[in-house]
C-alpha cells in the first residue's frame, strides 16, 4: 500500500517536469569520409567531428529535462508488460529487409526492432543487424551501421556483439556505430554501458564515449567536453602504441571532467606511469576513506571499486534526475 498522498504527489511532480528537449542541430559531421580510412583518421578521432554522425543517428545530449521523458516513457510502458518476451520488427522509413531474424536498411529506410519487454532499437539506413538470441538474454550484432537502442530493463539483458567490442547493456540509451572495417564508436546519453573484448572491459558511463578497434582492446573512456589533445592522445595509447608519451599528454591536458577516463588508465599502465595517473586521479578526486592510493597502484580490486563508486558521473552516483525517473519507473512496476 502506498503512503496516503503519494500518488497525488508524484504526480503532481511529473506534471511540473519539462516537456520540450531540443537536440543539438548536429553532433557529429562528415562521417563518410573518415570511417575505416587506415589506422587513425586524421586529426585524430574527435566524436563530435571526426565520425560525422548526422543529428538523426545522435541520442539527445542528457541534461536534467531528459527526466521528464523517462518518466512519461515510464508512465506509458505499462503496454511492454502484455506483449510476449519475443522480438517484433517494422519498417520505418522505405523498405528495409526485414526476414529470417535479420534486418537490412538501404540509403533510404530505416527500421526498429521491439526487444521484448525492455525497449526499442532504431536501426538506421546503411545497416546490417542480425537476431543472435531472445532468452534467456537479448543478444544481436551489429555488423555494419548505426542503432539507438533505448532499454529500460536490469542490467545485463540486452547485448550487442560488434566486430570489435560487445556492448552490454546497464538500463541506458546509447548510439553505437559500425565502420565497414568494422570499427566502433558508442556515445551513451543515459546510464551506462560495458565493453569488452581481449580481456578487458571500458565501462562507459552517460555523456562519454568510446571507440573499439579490431584486434585490440576496448578503447579507454573519454568524456565528450575533453579535450582535442586528450582525445587524440587517448586513440594513440589505445590503438596506435603510444604508451608513456601518450599518457603523458593525457594527463597534462585532464581536467577534474576526466576522472573516468583517468580511473581506467590505472590498470591500463603500469610502473612509473601508473603512479602518475593515480596521482593525477587523486588530485582531481581524492580516494575515498578507506582506499588507499598504495592499494590503487597494486590494483587492488577492493580499492579501485570504492574509488570509482566515488567518482563524480560514474555509475555509483547517478544523477538526481537519473535515480527520480528510475525510481518512479520501479514504483510504476515496469522495470
Known amino acids: 500500500m502506498s503512503e496516503p498522498g503519494r500518488g497525488d504527489e508524484l504526480a503532481a511532480r511529473v506534471r511540473a517536469l519539462p516537456r520540450d528537449i531540443e537536440p543539438p542541430a548536429e553532433l557529429w559531421p562528415d562521417v563518410a569520409a573518415r570511417l575505416g580510412r587506415g589506422p ?7 566524436p563530435d567531428r571526426a565520425w560525422g554522425l548526422s543529428s538523426r543517428f545522435v541520442s539527445w545530449r542528457v541534461r536534467p529535462a531528459l527526466a521528464a521523458a523517462l518518466v512519461l516513457a515510464a508512465l506509458g510502458a505499462g503496454w511492454l508488460h502484455l506483449r510476449s518476451g519475443g522480438w517484433r520488427a517494422e519498417a520505418t522509413a522505405g523498405a528495409p529487409v526485414l ?51 533505448t532499454i529500460s530493463a536490469p542490467p545485463r539483458l540486452f ?6 567490442a560487445t556492448a552490454t547493456d546497464l538500463g541506458c540509451q546509447y548510439t553505437l556505430a559500425v565502420d565497414p572495417r568494422g570499427g566502433s564508436l558508442i556515445h551513451v546519453t543515459v546510464g551506462w554501458v560495458e565493453l569488452s573484448g581481449f580481456g578487458e572491459t571500458s565501462v562507459v558511463p552517460f555523456d562519454m564515449s ?30 596506435e602504441h603510444g604508451g608513456a608519451g601518450a599518457v603523458r599528454t593525457v594527463l597534462a591536458t585532464a581536467t577534474g571532467g576526466d576522472v573516468i577516463t583517468l580511473w581506467h588508465l590505472v590498470a591500463r599502465t603500469d610502473g612509473d606511469v601508473r603512479l602518475a595517473v ?36 560514474s555509475p555509483g552516483t547517478p544523477p538526481w534526475w537519473q535515480r527520480l525517473a528510475v525510481g518512479i ?7
Open 210 to 239: 568510446a571507440y573499439s578497434r579490431p584486434g585490440f582492446a576496448p578503447g579507454t573512456p573519454f568524456a565528450d567536453r575533453a579535450s582535442d589533445s586528450l582525445k587524440a592522445a587517448l586513440y594513440r595509447f589505445d590503438f
Open 278 to 313: 593515480v596521482e593525477r586521479l587523486a588530485a582531481f578526486a581524492p580516494p575515498p576513506p578507506g582506499v588507499s592510493r598504495a592499494g590503487a597502484l597494486r590494483l587492488r580490486g577492493r580499492d579501485l571499486r570504492r574509488w570509482w563508486d566515488a567518482l563524480p558521473g
Open 99 to 149: 526476414a529470417s531474424g535479420t534486418v537490412i536498411t538501404g540509403a533510404t529506410s530505416s527500421a526498429r526492432l521491439i526487444v521484448g519487454r525492455l525497449g526499442e532499437v532504431d536501426v538506421e539506413p546503411d545497416s546490417r543487424v542480425r537476431l543472435l538470441a531472445a532468452r534467456p538474454e537479448h543478444r544481436l550484432a551489429l555488423d555494419v551501421g548505426t542503432i539507438r537502442a
Open 329 to 335: 519507473s520501479a514504483w510504476l512496476g515496469v522495470l
Open 40 to 46: 587513425a583518421p586524421r586529426p585524430i578521432p574527435d
Open 159 to 164: 547485448v550487442v556483439e560488434t566486430p570489435s
